[in-house]
């Protein structure tokens, strides 16, 4: 599982080769806005469509770490906004369609590519349950990883990496 943390963590600063990571801001862009997850963010910018399409949601949530991935995408466009302590940092783009779904996002100069598929997972609240219902996920994934980010509709999926509680994946609470 700490493959997994270092993966977040990696793809986190790789994400931009040249620029800082997705975490925070980069100097001169837009302020971090405090937005919950589950929320359609208004954007002159993107069609409601894709504002208002259904959440899809990854979670992190490490001793040192605790962010959310809200992904929404809709007629080829897509909307992901990952909140951290910091803030909030918006990326948009496009999102292809079919099973393979890539996306080509952009916040500012920070620029973020994943392959995602719509997969089916045993996930419930109970952490690492191999014995549960299969639920519908997407699974993105950096091309330079193996391991993928998954995506579950709201309230989502969590990545947890909490001794004593669960260190592996789940339905979010």
């Known amino acids: 599982m700490r493959a997994m943390r270092s993966f977040v963590l990696v793809v986190l600063a790789a994400c931009g080769s040249s620029s800082p990571a997705p975490s925070g801001p980069s100097p ?4 971090p806005i405090a937005v919950p997850a589950d929320a359609a963010l208004p954007d002159a910018g993107l ?19 605790a962010e ?15 909140e951290t302590k910091q803030g909030a940092m918006r ?11 890539p996306l ?33 996920v997407l699974n993105c994934y950096h091309p330079d990883f193996k391991s993928p980010m998954t995506f579950g509709p709201a309230p989502g999926v969590e990545y947890v990496e909490q ?8 339905l979010v609470k």
């Not at 001169?28 to 302020?31: P, R, T």
């Not at 069609?47 to 770490?65: D, G, K, L, M, Q």
């Not at 959310?68 to 990952?82: E, I, K, M």
Request: net charge neutral; with cysteine.
């Open 47 to 65: 069609p409601v469509e894709v504002t208002t399409a259904p959440a899809w949601i990854f979670r992190y949530n490490t001793p040192s770490s």
């Open 104 to 136: 080509a996002l952009a916040a500012g100069n920070n620029r973020l590519n994943l392959d995602c598929k719509h997969e089916k997972m045993p996930l419930s609240t109970k952490c690492n349950d191999m014995t549960a219902a299969k639920q519908d």
């Open 28 to 31: 001169g862009s837009a302020q």
């Open 163 to 170: 001794p004593g509680d669960c260190s592996g994946f789940r």
């Open 91 to 101: 990326y948009t783009g496009t999102a292809g369609e079919g099973d393979s779904m």
């Open 68 to 82: 959310t991935w809200t992904l929404r995408y809709h007629g080829g466009q897509a909307l992901l906004v990952v």
